[in-house]
């Protein structure tokens, strides 16, 4: 199974970025998908997921903010990221369970200005 995110980018605070993740090597839909973040000298952290009957979960810091959805295609999950902060940069990662291994896509940086 491999995990591709795209849609990383400078962008100034206050402005919006979408994210996207494609998984692929896998016939099954993904019964969670997550987005993660690891901004520098600091432990990664769970931002978002949501699972395949669309319950979401979202951390404190980012919600009312961001908005993680499914994408149209199978196994594909979306992150709006909106009124974006100064410490919202960070590597974002893609992550999603599958066969028994958590899978990792190799990230994308977002960088916001002030």
């Known amino acids: 199974v491999q995990l591709q995110a795209s849609g990383g980018g400078l962008v100034q605070a206050g402005g919006s970025l979408t994210l996207s993740c494609a998984a692929s090597?896998?016939?099954?839909?993904?019964?969670?998908m997550r987005w993660f973040r690891q901004a520098a000298g600091k432990q990664r952290e769970l931002v978002a997921s949501i699972t395949s009957g669309g319950v979401t979960t979202y951390a404190d810091s980012v919600k009312d903010r961001f908005t993680i959805s499914r994408g149209n295609a199978k196994n594909t999950v979306v992150l709006q990221l909106n009124s974006l902060k100064p410490e919202d940069t960070a590597v974002y990662y893609c992550?999603?369970?599958?066969?028994?291994?958590?899978?990792w896509g190799k990230g994308t940086l977002v960088t916001v200005s002030s």
């Open positions: 992550n999603g369970p599958q066969y028994g291994m958590n899978y």
């Open positions: 090597g896998t016939d099954f839909t993904m019964n969670v």
